[in-house]
């Protein structure tokens, strides 16, 4: 390994922007002391010392020709259509990575010849040497696609070696890198191939497209800081032909101010405009802000530090969690957030010669310190707890499921996230936060944080520790986020725990699962989700986003459909309790699927403990509008280890003539082509979520981002099946584990309905997963699909299930669960608030509330009341003073997050704990759903006051740039929350909501929202341009309401 003297001269970064001396001496002793950090020298010095060999000729020599074409190499090869491999040592050549022939061929008359442009084949476009031109300039700059930071790259990893060795030849050859590459980018255009086809467009420079030239620059400007300081940065361009330009001046020209304002993604950061606030913008405005701190320009941090402010005030909603639908992307960019935040930790106007006009970082961002923005805190420490599920993260939108078995207790850890918490726990300026940030580092490297750290930031600033036991305890009770619109139902503790999940929230740059339900359970995720892979891809539009593809109901086929996700508001959320053995959750969604014909979207929940180690989920889906909806139901996706078997009992599907797909069982031409065995989309898929066999009217390729018809995904489900759901129906999956691990779900008996059995695939098309669907079709239909599911070992504790009432035009049911160890659970819904049943037995059950359970066992009986005042069970019965506690708000803290209300507290019910809901005071103006806060505090007295958990409550906060009379405001931000990414329109996630200034000096109720940063408000008379303005959830004068719940147990019947 390549020897470090620590007492060696330190290397003066140009600006320190990323790194520093201090910074580099922490890392000498890290490497000296620290084992995780020697491997992560090791590597660097063993990259660096691989480049530094070859003669700057040499290196010039693998550098692309200046215009040369770049390609990622989607299709893969010609023979095997497997991904390409390349070698340094082979000059543009690439390999199959399969059976390994070469390619190009060198003779001219070959169709496999290639002058660097590529060949056709069989109607694909090929292109050996475009993808060896990326992969040889991938291994010498500082990104390699799709990883986001430097593996055997040569130009960081040389830079890391200079300043850590203080050894000039590494220092020196990373610049003759630098400098080749600057003369070679602009002359480039991006990979041909991303987003599709052969395009001829600028999307990017050499290897990387749209936000990855961002991605790559902001690396790139960490390596130049490093070694801005050798002499020879100021010689003599080797690689400039025409006249003479320095190094320095080369780099600047080409790989600094080159492609910065505007990209292929449709951003303009001058003056640090905003967009839509997705995170590739973010990466434009921290590349912008680490090339104006390395060279000298106030005018690029300006607009990247306070677009930054907007960011932090804006994507990150009260309960920390970030607007696009993704764990995954949460998670991700909340590390972009926090290398904005540590560029300005190391920003100083003082630094710079004319420091007056140098704006402070305060000044720019409303906080000294960007690492204690409070919602970016919430992200990194509170929203992860809020939404874990059995320790993993769950698998909702654009994020992928954890795969196989997992025990819960471990908590599953994304790079990513250990990333947010070390760098909190190092740079926050307040005790509390490093306290709760060192407990939560301990929790997920059990006690020993140098198991779980690496990387060049930790390598640089980390000091060893935190030490300690880990005693930060998993969340085991039920949560819900509030804004972001997650529900976790959760039981047991440890390897027993188990939770079931349930989205709610807006559906913003995601996929259509609004309302779908997640079951995680004996370490495994048991409803298989599809997932996500390359956004916009054939897979990820016609399969990923679709509705069907999810456990959900589909309303009138998705048609009509997008091209991308449906962007609809935010749900409502009903109710939420946890009662101990039964958790209950409810959310309406009545503008969900209004483009389909649907007044009500509504799924109500209720998980329910057989003992210890097992739950059933009674799962009431209502739904009422439209003319088919099809409750969808997914099997669990068996791994390596597991034998995998399915069964269905009660009925005997059929194969229909003629009727292979789900499309071909409905009402929507356009599919005629998959609707035969081996034809479906579901069955051909292929690489890089290509739709295999299918091409253009010409003969030439389908676009990457091709639709599969009829566009709603129907046509994936395949070898369809049917029966008439004249009796009850059971399926039941055997994963063949070492845990014996099952899944079973019931579906009464309902004539009306029709059992659809089919299969469709998981991501890549590698598994046909058994699929369930049960249809309604009528006109103007009302459904109330009713089914019971459980994960479980051995034997299924869930073994009879009966409706005894069912009334989807009043939105009331009642569902008797038989368990396998005797005992009986009655379940009791009602949205009107009241109904009664008689059991089998004659015994009359009465319900004034919501939700009832009565659970019976040799003559014992346990009552839940939710939401009501009686539950009655025959002569037995629990009640509660009052459904629930109504008041109005009357004044709010939103820094404190507390609100005043015009009710004494005094002998009101227990409110800590409880879910609260609020909703517009003026009927008049209503809201288009009641936001869902938790009572964390309930204080009496003069000035009744209740602390509600994130209840923040700003939604939006910008500033106005100009006015239009009488109603018009636009603004500097886009409302991310309530603007659909696709431009779908203004769904009303704002209507009704009051803009007002920050001095209080103006107010005015939203009418509409008219595009991505322009308002329309009642009126915006008094309003002045330039006035900071905040878009408030809830306003003096609304109302809340806070269910009731309780329950009474081991009652014996008499």
């Given at each position: 390994?390549?020897?470090?003297?620590?007492?060696?001269?330190?290397?003066?970064?140009?600006?320190?922007?990323?790194?520093?001396?201090?910074?580099?001496?922490?890392?000498?002793?890290?490497?000296?002391?620290?084992?995780?950090?020697?491997?992560?020298?090791?590597?660097?010095?063993?990259?660096?010392?691989?480049?530094?060999?070859?003669?700057?000729?040499?290196?010039?020599?693998?550098?692309?020709?200046?215009?040369?074409?770049?390609?990622?190499?989607?299709?893969?090869?010609?023979?095997?259509?497997?991904?390409?491999?390349?070698?340094?040592?082979?000059?543009?050549?690439?390999?199959?990575?399969?059976?390994?022939?070469?390619?190009?061929?060198?003779?001219?008359?070959?169709?496999?010849?290639?002058?660097?442009?590529?060949?056709?084949?069989?109607?694909?476009?090929?292109?050996?040497?475009?993808?060896?031109?990326?992969?040889?300039?991938?291994?010498?700059?500082?990104?390699?696609?799709?990883?986001?930071?430097?593996?055997?790259?040569?130009?960081?990893?040389?830079?890391?070696?200079?300043?850590?060795?203080?050894?000039?030849?590494?220092?020196?050859?990373?610049?003759?890198?630098?400098?080749?590459?600057?003369?070679?980018?602009?002359?480039?255009?991006?990979?041909?191939?991303?987003?599709?086809?052969?395009?001829?467009?600028?999307?990017?420079?050499?290897?990387?497209?749209?936000?990855?030239?961002?991605?790559?620059?902001?690396?790139?400007?960490?390596?130049?800081?490093?070694?801005?300081?050798?002499?020879?940065?100021?010689?003599?361009?080797?690689?400039?032909?025409?006249?003479?330009?320095?190094?320095?001046?080369?780099?600047?020209?080409?790989?600094?101010?080159?492609?910065?304002?505007?990209?292929?993604?449709?951003?303009?950061?001058?003056?640090?405009?905003?967009?839509?606030?997705?995170?590739?913008?973010?990466?434009?405005?921290?590349?912008?802000?680490?090339?104006?701190?390395?060279?000298?320009?106030?005018?690029?941090?300006?607009?990247?530090?306070?677009?930054?402010?907007?960011?932090?005030?804006?994507?990150?909603?009260?309960?920390?969690?970030?607007?696009?639908?993704?764990?995954?992307?949460?998670?991700?960019?909340?590390?972009?957030?926090?290398?904005?935040?540590?560029?300005?930790?190391?920003?100083?106007?003082?630094?710079?010669?004319?420091?007056?006009?140098?704006?402070?970082?305060?000044?720019?961002?409303?906080?000294?310190?960007?690492?204690?923005?409070?919602?970016?805190?919430?992200?990194?420490?509170?929203?992860?707890?809020?939404?874990?599920?059995?320790?993993?993260?769950?698998?909702?939108?654009?994020?992928?499921?954890?795969?196989?078995?997992?025990?819960?207790?471990?908590?599953?850890?994304?790079?990513?996230?250990?990333?947010?918490?070390?760098?909190?726990?190092?740079?926050?300026?307040?005790?509390?936060?490093?306290?709760?940030?060192?407990?939560?580092?301990?929790?997920?490297?059990?006690?020993?944080?140098?198991?779980?750290?690496?990387?060049?930031?930790?390598?640089?600033?980390?000091?060893?520790?935190?030490?300690?036991?880990?005693?930060?305890?998993?969340?085991?009770?039920?949560?819900?986020?509030?804004?972001?619109?997650?529900?976790?139902?959760?039981?047991?503790?440890?390897?027993?725990?188990?939770?079931?999940?349930?989205?709610?929230?807006?559906?913003?740059?995601?996929?259509?699962?609004?309302?779908?339900?997640?079951?995680?359970?004996?370490?495994?995720?048991?409803?298989?989700?599809?997932?996500?892979?390359?956004?916009?891809?054939?897979?990820?539009?016609?399969?990923?986003?679709?509705?069907?593809?999810?456990?959900?109901?589909?309303?009138?086929?998705?048609?009509?459909?997008?091209?991308?996700?449906?962007?609809?508001?935010?749900?409502?959320?009903?109710?939420?309790?946890?009662?101990?053995?039964?958790?209950?959750?409810?959310?309406?969604?009545?503008?969900?699927?209004?483009?389909?014909?649907?007044?009500?979207?509504?799924?109500?929940?209720?998980?329910?403990?057989?003992?210890?180690?097992?739950?059933?989920?009674?799962?009431?889906?209502?739904?009422?509008?439209?003319?088919?909806?099809?409750?969808?139901?997914?099997?669990?996706?068996?791994?390596?280890?597991?034998?995998?078997?399915?069964?269905?009992?009660?009925?005997?599907?059929?194969?229909?003539?003629?009727?292979?797909?789900?499309?071909?069982?409905?009402?929507?031409?356009?599919?005629?082509?998959?609707?035969?065995?081996?034809?479906?989309?579901?069955?051909?898929?292929?690489?890089?979520?290509?739709?295999?066999?299918?091409?253009?009217?010409?003969?030439?390729?389908?676009?990457?981002?091709?639709?599969?018809?009829?566009?709603?995904?129907?046509?994936?489900?395949?070898?369809?099946?049917?029966?008439?759901?004249?009796?009850?129906?059971?399926?039941?999956?055997?994963?063949?584990?070492?845990?014996?691990?099952?899944?079973?779900?019931?579906?009464?008996?309902?004539?009306?309905?029709?059992?659809?059995?089919?299969?469709?695939?998981?991501?890549?098309?590698?598994?046909?997963?058994?699929?369930?669907?049960?249809?309604?079709?009528?006109?103007?239909?009302?459904?109330?699909?009713?089914?019971?599911?459980?994960?479980?070992?051995?034997?299924?504790?869930?073994?009879?299930?009966?409706?005894?009432?069912?009334?989807?035009?009043?939105?009331?049911?009642?569902?008797?669960?038989?368990?396998?160890?005797?005992?009986?659970?009655?379940?009791?819904?009602?949205?009107?608030?009241?109904?009664?049943?008689?059991?089998?037995?004659?015994?009359?059950?009465?319900?004034?509330?919501?939700?009832?359970?009565?659970?019976?066992?040799?003559?014992?009986?346990?009552?839940?009341?939710?939401?009501?005042?009686?539950?009655?069970?025959?002569?037995?019965?629990?009640?509660?003073?009052?459904?629930?506690?109504?008041?109005?708000?009357?004044?709010?803290?939103?820094?404190?997050?507390?609100?005043?209300?015009?009710?004494?507290?005094?002998?009101?019910?227990?409110?800590?704990?409880?879910?609260?809901?609020?909703?517009?005071?003026?009927?008049?103006?209503?809201?288009?759903?009641?936001?869902?806060?938790?009572?964390?505090?309930?204080?009496g007295g003069e000035t009744p006051r209740l602390g509600l958990q994130h209840g923040d409550p700003r939604l939006a906060r910008g500033k106005a740039v100009s006015i239009e009379a009488p109603d018009i405001v636009h603004?500097?931000?886009?409302?991310?929350?309530?603007?659909?990414?696709?431009?779908?329109?203004?769904?009303?996630?704002?209507?009704?909501?009051?803009?007002?200034?920050?001095?209080?000096?103006?107010?005015?109720?939203?009418?509409?929202?008219?595009?991505f940063k322009k308002i329309r408000v009642e009126s915006v008379a008094g309003l002045r341009p330039g006035s900071r303005f905040e878009i408030l959830d809830f306003k003096p004068g609304d109302r809340i309401s806070i269910?009731?719940?309780?329950?009474?147990?081991?009652?014996?019947?008499?």
């Amino acid at each position: 390994m390549l020897s470090v003297d620590r007492d060696a001269p330190v290397p003066r970064p140009g600006r320190s922007i990323w790194y520093t001396v201090d910074g580099i001496r922490r890392a000498r002793e890290n490497i000296r002391t620290q084992a995780w950090a020697a491997k992560a020298w090791a590597r660097i010095g063993t990259v660096a010392e691989k480049w530094v060999r070859m003669s700057d000729e040499q290196i010039h020599a693998l550098v692309p020709a200046r215009g040369s074409i770049f390609c990622s190499g989607r299709n893969g090869s010609p023979c095997c259509k497997a991904a390409w491999r390349c070698e340094v040592s082979r000059p543009r050549r690439a390999f199959c990575g399969e059976c390994g022939r070469e390619y190009p061929d060198e003779g001219k008359g070959s169709p496999f010849h290639d002058e660097g442009r590529g060949f056709y084949h069989e109607g694909k476009w090929f292109a050996p040497v475009p993808v060896w031109n990326s992969f040889i300039v991938s291994m010498l700059s500082t990104y390699s696609y799709g990883s986001g930071g430097p593996t055997d790259n040569a130009l960081l990893n040389l830079a890391l070696a200079y300043a850590i060795t203080g050894e000039t030849r590494f220092g020196e050859k990373a610049l003759s890198i630098y400098d080749a590459l600057a003369t070679l980018a602009p002359t480039t255009i991006g990979p041909l191939d991303i987003p599709e086809g052969t395009r001829e467009r600028e999307m990017g420079r050499m290897h990387a497209e749209t936000c990855h030239v961002n991605r790559q620059r902001f690396v790139d400007m960490q390596a130049y800081d490093l070694i801005s300081g050798l002499p020879a940065m100021d010689e003599v361009s080797p690689t400039r032909e025409n006249g003479r330009i320095s190094i320095r001046e080369n780099i600047a020209e080409g790989m600094l101010e080159d492609y910065v304002m505007t990209e292929g993604g449709g951003y303009n950061l001058r003056g640090g405009n905003l967009t839509h606030f997705q995170n590739h913008e973010l990466d434009g405005f921290r590349a912008l802000l680490s090339i104006g701190l390395a060279t000298d320009r106030p005018d690029f941090i300006s607009w990247a530090g306070s677009a930054f402010r907007s960011f932090l005030d804006n994507v990150l909603g009260r309960d920390g969690g970030y607007y696009e639908n993704s764990e995954m992307y949460a998670y991700f960019s909340g590390t972009l957030m926090q290398d904005v935040a540590e560029l300005m930790y190391h920003y100083d106007p003082g630094k710079y010669a004319s420091s007056e006009d140098y704006p402070t970082a305060e000044a720019l961002m409303g906080l000294k310190n960007a690492f204690d923005h409070p919602r970016l805190v919430r992200l990194c420490l509170e929203y992860p707890e809020l939404t874990r599920a059995c320790g993993r993260i769950p698998s909702y939108g654009n994020t992928n499921a954890l795969p196989g078995y997992r025990p819960p207790s471990e908590r599953q850890v994304m790079p990513s996230h250990w990333s947010l918490l070390e760098r909190l726990y190092i740079r926050s300026d307040d005790a509390e936060t490093r306290i709760r940030a060192k407990e939560l580092m301990l929790d997920l490297s059990d006690g020993a944080a140098e198991n779980v750290r690496n990387g060049t930031w930790a390598l640089f600033n980390s000091e060893p520790g935190p030490a300690g036991e880990d005693r930060a305890e998993p969340q085991s009770v039920s949560s819900f986020a509030g804004h972001k619109g997650v529900v976790v139902l959760r039981s047991g503790t440890g390897d027993r725990s188990r939770a079931l999940v349930v989205r709610g929230g807006a559906n913003l740059l995601s996929q259509d699962d609004q309302l779908a339900v997640f079951l995680y359970d004996r370490g495994r995720t048991v409803i298989e989700d599809v997932g996500y892979a390359l956004a916009g891809s054939q897979v990820h539009k016609g399969w990923g986003m679709r509705s069907i593809s999810h456990a959900m109901v589909t309303v009138d086929e998705d048609i009509p459909t997008s091209q991308g996700y449906e962007f609809v508001p935010s749900a409502d959320l009903v109710a939420f309790e946890d009662l101990g053995d039964v958790k209950v959750a409810e959310y309406s969604a009545p503008l969900s699927r209004i483009h389909q014909g649907a007044t009500e979207y509504r799924r109500a929940l209720v998980f329910c403990d057989v003992d210890e180690a097992t739950s059933y989920t009674l799962d009431l889906f209502m739904v009422a509008g439209g003319r088919i909806h099809d409750y969808a139901m997914n099997g669990p996706r068996f791994f390596e280890e597991d034998s995998g078997s399915y069964s269905l009992e009660g009925v005997s599907p059929e194969a229909r003539p003629g009727v292979w797909t789900l499309a071909g069982l409905g009402t929507v031409a356009g599919s005629e082509e998959a609707n035969a065995p081996g034809k479906s989309w579901g069955e051909r898929i292929g690489p890089n979520d290509r739709i295999q066999g299918v091409a253009a009217p010409d003969g030439s390729p389908l676009p990457y981002g091709w639709l599969p018809p009829p566009g709603n995904g129907y046509a994936f489900i395949h070898d369809v099946r049917t029966a008439t759901l004249d009796r009850d129906a059971y399926a039941h999956w055997r994963f063949g584990d070492a845990r014996d691990t099952r899944f079973g779900i019931w579906f009464p008996a309902d004539p009306s309905a029709t059992l659809v059995a089919a299969k469709g695939p998981d991501l890549r098309g590698a598994q046909q997963i058994h699929r369930l669907i049960v249809r309604r079709e009528g006109e103007d239909l009302k459904s109330l699909f009713v089914s019971v599911f459980e994960a479980f070992s051995g034997s299924r504790n869930v073994t009879g299930v009966r409706v005894l009432a069912r009334d989807a035009e009043a939105g009331s049911a009642a569902v008797r669960v038989e368990l396998s160890d005797g005992r009986r659970d009655t379940h009791l819904f009602s949205r009107r608030g009241r109904m009664e049943v008689r059991d089998g037995d004659e015994v009359p059950i009465a319900l004034e509330g919501r939700f009832g359970v009565v659970r019976e066992r040799d003559g014992e009986v346990a009552l839940f009341l939710v939401e009501g005042t009686r539950l009655r069970f025959g002569d037995l019965e629990t009640t509660l003073a009052q459904t629930q506690f109504d008041a109005r708000i009357t004044d709010m803290d939103a820094d404190a997050e507390t609100v005043t209300i015009n009710r004494d507290l005094l002998g009101a019910m227990r409110l800590e704990g409880r879910l609260c809901r609020v909703e517009s005071g003026e009927p008049e103006a209503p809201y288009s759903h009641r936001s869902g806060y938790r009572v964390v505090a309930a204080t009496g007295g003069e000035t009744p006051r209740l602390g509600l958990q994130h209840g923040d409550p700003r939604l939006a906060r910008g500033k106005a740039v100009s006015i239009e009379a009488p109603d018009i405001v636009h603004c500097d931000v886009p409302l991310a929350f309530a603007w659909g990414f696709n431009n779908s329109g203004d769904k009303g996630e704002y209507t009704g909501k009051v803009l007002r200034t920050e001095d209080g000096s103006f107010a005015s109720r939203i009418v509409e929202l008219l595009a991505f940063k322009k308002i329309r408000v009642e009126s915006v008379a008094g309003l002045r341009p330039g006035s900071r303005f905040e878009i408030l959830d809830f306003k003096p004068g609304d109302r809340i309401s806070i269910p009731n719940s309780g329950s009474e147990c081991l009652v014996r019947r008499t």
